[in-house]
């Protein structure tokens, strides 16, 4: 009877933890294409907003291609903006981890780009 305990347990944590790795997995959005920048506000730590060539997300409540990326250190945020700026003019696909939604646009966490 213990043994048959255990088993269900380890079930039950294996299906947990599938569930939680998906749920991280589904914060990762890969092979997205820059087609526009905008700075959100003339401030020297304002943020910037990217658009993508599809619609990727559902942040205020309808499918979306904004993205906003904002940092509390300055020389991550130039880092991050010339990043994206890169991936627009050389047409190289972009990867991104998001935060969340404000509004109709996605949080991201870091971007990687790619070809």
């Keep these: 009877m213990k043994s048959l305990i255990q088993i269900a347990f380890l079930i039950l944590l294996s ?62 945020a130039a880092r991050k903006f010339q990043l994206a700026l890169a991936a627009m003019n050389y047409q190289h696909k972009v990867s991104i981890k998001s935060l969340g939604c404000e509004g109709r646009s996605m949080l991201i966490d870091y971007m990687g780009i790619s070809l």
Aim: charged share 25%; glycine share 6%; aromatic share 12%.
């Design 15 to 76: 299906q947990l933890g599938s569930q939680l790795l998906f749920a991280e997995d589904s914060k990762i959005k890969n092979n997205l294409k820059i087609i526009s920048l905008y700075q959100i506000e003339d401030d020297t730590n304002a943020g910037f907003d990217f658009f993508t060539s599809q619609k990727a997300h559902k942040c205020g409540g309808k499918l979306s291609n904004r993205y906003r990326s904002y940092s509390d250190h300055k020389d991550v």
